[in-house]
């Protein structure tokens, strides 16, 4: 098998050299071992989103409640499987616990009547009960509750999603040039709703003699969409990270690198999806499929 993955990418090093000559990464043990932990390493990360067992908007007032399978939501109704309740007031976050029930912070101090404090980014601390968890985010200027369960049967159902073969014509030296100040844009997400990112800058880089272009979130962060989308990748696109340059000035994007946001394998996420301008009128082939491991 190995000879086979070092005789398709000893091809692909050719072609790449025909149509990519400003590639100046070498394919070699070192590289396919780098990207091998990084996949590794991203599926471990990935059990904090698989833990996720419920995504609720926020009214005025709302119960935790339990469902017939022990499964912990929200609703607009007290029931006898209640647990606690939230209220909001001009976007003040109240937590109640109900008298008898063991509801605790991080600290493990036991919480009866709590007001939530938001954050810069809209979140508030996290609450504990048995194996659940939950806190309050913030979407588009909404309130929402997002849970935890830490013996979710999706952890242990999830199977590693496939990737291409590495791909060297992928791989490109491209330009980078920072915005004179942050641009706040318009994306879709996964909630159906309009929500706001970050963008720092531009990179730019040539394809087979053409040059594309993609705007580039905080931290080197990439939205990408490509005509593999909904084939073969993820119908709503795919994530990616640069190392961010100093000031404007030469950067690597690998495409090879490229990986399905949480969306892709959970339904109580908010993942903002590409902008226009992100989604690539060409096929990117590398990176993460939508197929799962066997």
Known sequence: MKKYIFFTIALCMINCSKNNSKNKIEINNYYIQKIENERKERDERRVKYLKISGLFKLNKTNYLNFDQNDKLYVSNSKL???????????????????????????????IKLKKLELNKIGDSEMLFYKNFSWRIITRSNELYIRIWDEDNPAVKEFQSFENYEINPNLIFNANFKYYKSSQFKTVDSKLGIKDITNFIGEIEFEYLGKNYFLEVGENGWIMVGDYTNGDTTYGSGRYLYIDLPEKDGKCLIDFNYLYNPPC????????????LKNRLPIKIEAGELFKFKN
């Not at 006898?80 to 912070?105: A, L, M, R, W």
């Not at 892709?264 to 902008?275: R, V």
């Open 264 to 275: 892709s394998y959970s339904d109580y996420t908010t993942c903002l999806f590409p902008s």
């Open 80 to 110: 006898n499987t209640t647990i606690g309740k939230i209220e909001i007031e001009k976007k003040e976050v109240k937590f109640i616990s109900k008298s008898e029930e063991k509801i605790t912070n991080k600290k493990n101090n036991i």
